[in-house]
């Protein structure tokens, strides 16, 4: 088994960024999700309704060697903004009902942001210590943390898996005397790291990941949410593929899809690194 794809989301929920090689650190892969959009009080704002911000590409030096600092936002509508790593005011922001601070990224970024999503209460906001950020106690330990993933510090998945996702998709769109739809990307499940060369949901029975010199724990499988129903190019909602897990992935009323990953060492990890699980 390889990696075949790796990923990292600057800011929360906005366009996925493929990249060669990423540096595991303990609070998931450098630059992931240290940023985030939240509304006026404080509330993280994601794609799952704020679909716009899909069109946001966010990058940082993990992301675009050619940064040097900081975080540079594009939209197709608006001139390029470069931000630098804010210093000065704290707020108390929401991930999922959990209080984690953030640091204010400064109004520049806010109006940016206001302009782009078509909203006047949003503001830009930095993680500048995920270690305050603790992790769910069922599926962790002492000392695990993450910035503003959505609750575990990395996630997996299988291309495998997608593959007979797919094949599920369009057998049940025969059976409704349907024509098969296109098939589904991975980026729908914004993973970390992406992997091929095992069976269909082998990963349901992962205790352990090992990439090139770099240890995981698999904490728990990965409860996908409406999010996965929004296309990424077209913004356009539909029904899979959560109708479809919701046959044949569905436990205790969620759906899965994928492993969240808890790092055990730091290091680099690459595409084509060769992976081992137990």
Excluded at 128 to 145: T, V
Excluded at 247 to 267: C, E, M, S, W, Y
Aim: charge should be negative; hydrophobic fraction near 40%.
């Amino acid at each position: 088994m390889l990696v075949t794809g790796l990923a990292v989301y600057p800011v929360k929920s906005t366009a996925t960024r493929p990249v060669d090689s990423a540096l595991v650190l303990p609070g998931g892969l450098e630059g992931d999700r240290t940023w985030m959009v939240v509304d006026g009080d404080g509330t993280m704002l994601t794609a799952r309704k704020t679909h716009a911000l899909f069109r946001i590409v966010a990058d940082t030096p993990a992301t675009d060697p050619a940064l040097e600092r900081g975080l540079r936002l594009r939209s197709p509508s608006m001139p390029d903004l470069l931000v630098d790593e804010p210093s000065g005011e704290r707020v108390r922001t929401l991930v999922f009902g959990q209080q984690v601070d953030g640091v204010v990224a400064g109004r520049e970024a806010d109006a940016w942001l206001r302009t782009v999503l078509g909203r006047d209460d949003v503001r830009l906001v930095w993680c500048d210590d995920p270690a305050q950020r603790h992790l769910d106690p069922a599926f962790s330990s002492p000392g695990d943390h993450t910035a503003f993933a959505d609750g575990y510090p990395v996630t997996i998945a299988s291309l495998s898996s997608l593959r007979r996702l797919n094949d599920w998709v369009a057998e049940a769109a025969v059976e409704r005397g349907e024509d098969p739809p296109p098939p589904l990307q991975m980026e729908r499940f914004r993973p970390n790291v992406v992997v091929d060369g095992d069976e269909p949901f082998a990963e349901d029975g992962w205790s352990s990941v090992v990439i090139g010199d770099v240890r995981f724990r698999a904490a728990k499988l990965n409860a996908r949410c409406v999010m996965t129903t929004l296309d990424p190019v077209s913004l356009q909602t539909g029904r899979e593929p959560l109708r479809t897990l919701a046959r044949h992935r569905l436990v205790d009323k969620k759906v899965l899809f994928a492993v969240n990953l808890i790092p055990d060492t730091a290091g680099r990890i690459s595409v084509g690194d060769p992976v081992e699980v137990r």
